[in-house]
């Protein structure tokens, strides 16, 4: 895409975080909005204060993880504006643990939000950008975890490798259809947002999480990590250029090359994979 002004976007995970700040840029850019999240009052402040500032915003309070909440939320984005152009599949959890500590029901919390609200996306909105014809682009958010596997962020690195390997047969597919709609995948270290706080959207009937100390102080590591990261900002004006260039990989920490590095030559090279726990995610 080449232009961006008058033109729809639309946000999953909008009321915070890495979702907010893209909210934030793509309104400086012109853009109109369509913001979802799974939380009401913060989802509403962000479209209030955008549309405040002039902005065009329709918001929908939905669970990506249903299907026919995105499908609901393509109509009123087809009915307010005409179509989406750049869709940004965003909201996300995370879960940690020791891969046989997890609980069924944590795995589909989080496949459900991480990955099959990411199809979901695709599914409810894709199918009339391809039709329109018009220049569009889709952005999925994936991870880091998306390209190593960190101990005990398990059931989170499956989610993010599934969400990278959705986005490339996806921009495989739209290629060989001769789309004009580009992809990028979205593969950020540590940013500053609430994502180690993702209970506070658990499902009722999940059941909360252990109080093992072992995971109390993974979590306050994670906590730590989140906090002394980039800003969501920094990453949304990446998102922004990304989307312009018409770039695949959008890659916001350098410093993390080398591990990512390492484990594709250990997979060329059939060696077993290093070890590698959160906190050497630097
Ligand atoms: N923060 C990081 O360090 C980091 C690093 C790599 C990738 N990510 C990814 O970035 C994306 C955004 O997360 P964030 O870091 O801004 O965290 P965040 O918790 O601040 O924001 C996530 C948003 O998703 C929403 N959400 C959760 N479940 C939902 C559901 N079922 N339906 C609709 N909305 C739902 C939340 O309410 C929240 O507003 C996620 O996909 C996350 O995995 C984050």
Same mark, same amino acid.
């Given at each position: 895409?080449? &232009?961006?002004?008058?033109? =729809?976007?639309?946000?999953?995970?909008?009321?915070?975080?890495?979702?907010?700040?893209?909210?934030?840029?793509?309104?400086?850019?012109?853009?109109?909005? !369509?913001?979802?999240?799974?939380?009401?009052?913060?989802?509403? #402040? @962000?479209?209030?204060?955008?549309?405040?500032?002039?902005?065009?915003?329709?918001?929908?309070?939905?669970?990506?993880?249903?299907?026919?909440?995105? #499908?609901?939320?393509? &109509?009123?984005?087809?009915?307010?504006?005409?179509?989406?152009?750049?869709?940004?599949?965003?909201?996300? @959890?995370?879960?940690?643990?020791?891969?046989?500590?997890?609980?069924? $029901?944590?795995?589909?919390?989080?496949?459900? @939000?991480?990955?099959?609200?990411?199809?979901?996306?695709? *599914?409810?909105?894709?199918?009339?950008?391809?039709?329109?014809?018009?220049?569009?682009? !889709?952005?999925?958010?994936?991870?880091?975890?998306?390209?190593?596997?960190?101990?005990?962020?398990?059931?989170?690195?499956?989610?993010?490798?599934?969400?990278?390997?959705?986005?490339?047969?996806?921009?495989? /597919?739209?290629?060989?259809?001769?789309?004009?709609?580009? @992809?990028? =995948?979205?593969?950020?270290?540590? !940013?500053?947002?609430?994502?180690?706080?993702?209970?506070?959207?658990?499902?009722?009937?999940?059941?909360?999480?252990?109080? /093992?100390?072992?995971? /109390?102080?993974?979590?306050?590591?994670?906590?730590?990590? !989140?906090?002394?990261?980039?800003?969501?900002?920094? =990453?949304?004006?990446?998102?922004?250029?990304?989307?312009? /260039?018409?770039?695949?990989?959008?890659?916001? *920490?350098?410093?993390? &090359?080398?591990?990512?590095?390492?484990?594709?030559?250990?997979?060329?090279? #059939?060696?077993?994979?290093?070890?590698?726990?959160?906190? &050497?995610? $630097?």
């Amino acid at each position: 895409m080449q &232009e961006l002004e008058g033109k =729809v976007a639309v946000i999953t995970g909008a009321a915070s975080g890495i979702g907010r700040a893209f909210a934030e840029r793509f309104a400086a850019a012109g853009m109109k909005l !369509v913001l979802a999240d799974v939380e009401k009052e913060p989802l509403e #402040a @962000v479209s209030a204060a955008l549309a405040e500032g002039g902005s065009e915003i329709e918001s929908a309070v939905i669970d990506v993880r249903e299907p026919s909440a995105l #499908a609901g939320l393509a &109509e009123r984005c087809e009915a307010r504006f005409g179509g989406a152009h750049l869709l940004c599949n965003n909201a996300g @959890v995370g879960v940690g643990g020791p891969m046989w500590e997890v609980t069924p $029901k944590d795995w589909d919390w989080i496949i459900g @939000v991480n990955l099959v609200g990411v199809i979901n996306g695709i *599914h409810a909105f894709v199918p009339s950008m391809v039709a329109s014809g018009e220049p569009g682009h !889709v952005v999925n958010t994936a991870s880091i975890a998306g390209l190593t596997c960190p101990a005990f962020l398990g059931p989170y690195n499956v989610t993010k490798h599934a969400v990278v390997a959705l986005s490339e047969s996806l921009l495989n /597919d739209f290629r060989a259809t001769g789309a004009s709609i580009g @992809v990028s =995948v979205l593969c950020p270290g540590w !940013v500053q947002t609430r994502i180690h706080e993702s209970d506070r959207n658990k499902p009722a009937g999940t059941p909360a999480d252990s109080s /093992d100390p072992n995971l /109390d102080a993974m979590r306050k590591v994670l906590g730590d990590l !989140v906090s002394g990261g980039i800003t969501p900002q920094q =990453v949304a004006e990446q998102v922004l250029e990304a989307v312009l /260039d018409d770039r695949f990989w959008i890659r916001t *920490h350098p410093e993390m &090359e080398p591990d990512v590095r390492s484990r594709c030559e250990r997979i060329i090279a #059939a060696e077993t994979p290093k070890l590698m726990a959160p906190t &050497e995610i $630097k």
